[in-house]
């Protein structure tokens, strides 16, 4: 119930806040606000976050995505140590339990666009087919903001 009331506000915030944030929902997977940061000219990666939410009954995988604007798009895990962030990939996908929803944040878990074809501006969407375990391939746009 958590996940439903939570989708249920970020839909209400792309209303309120005039940003697209509800990609086209499939069967059990729903994708939520997905946005990057511009990069500066010549940067080789930029970054991705979004919402994922679980509406079946079984777990599922992120198990890859893929975007016309990057060479690879992997999954990668940060975390704070010490006072020294580490980022690592995501070996084997991101679990998303039935019924939960999973976030890819500036904090934690994020999608890495590396080899950029061109660098990502203000205002550009990015196209990305993210892939499951399940065979489900969910198409999203990433707001550059």
Same mark, same amino acid.
């Given at each position: %119930?958590?996940?439903?009331?939570? @989708?249920?506000?970020?839909? %209400?915030? +792309?209303?309120?806040?005039? =940003?697209?944030?509800? @990609?086209?929902?499939?069967?059990?997977?729903?994708?939520?606000?997905?946005? +990057?940061?511009?990069?500066?000219?010549?940067?080789?990666?930029?970054?991705?976050?979004?919402?994922?939410?679980?509406?079946?009954?079984?777990?599922?995988?992120?198990?890859?995505?893929?975007?016309? @604007?990057?060479?690879?798009?992997? *999954?990668? $895990?940060?975390?704070?140590?010490?006072?020294?962030?580490? %980022? =690592?990939?995501?070996?084997?996908? #991101?679990?998303?339990?039935?019924?939960?929803?999973?976030? #890819?944040?500036?904090? +934690?878990?994020? *999608?890495?666009?590396?080899?950029?074809?061109?660098? /990502?501006?203000?205002?550009? $969407?990015?196209?990305?087919?993210?892939? /499951?375990?399940?065979?489900?391939?969910?198409?999203? !746009? /990433? !707001?550059? =903001?």
């Amino acid at each position: %119930m958590r996940s439903f009331a939570f @989708a249920i506000v970020l839909a %209400m915030l +792309s209303v309120l806040t005039g =940003r697209p944030t509800l @990609a086209r929902p499939h069967e059990d997977i729903t994708v939520i606000g997905p946005w +990057s940061r511009a990069t500066p000219v010549g940067a080789p990666t930029a970054v991705g976050y979004l919402v994922i939410v679980n509406h079946g009954t079984r777990s599922n995988r992120l198990i890859g995505v893929e975007s016309p @604007a990057a060479g690879h798009v992997s *999954l990668h $895990q940060m975390s704070m140590a010490g006072g020294i962030m580490r %980022m =690592r990939p995501i070996v084997g996908g #991101l679990e998303i339990a039935p019924g939960a929803t999973v976030s #890819l944040d500036p904090n +934690s878990d994020h *999608l890495m666009f590396e080899a950029l074809k061109r660098p /990502f501006r203000s205002g550009d $969407q990015i196209p990305a087919v993210l892939h /499951f375990e399940n065979g489900e391939a969910v198409r999203a !746009v /990433f !707001v550059v =903001r």
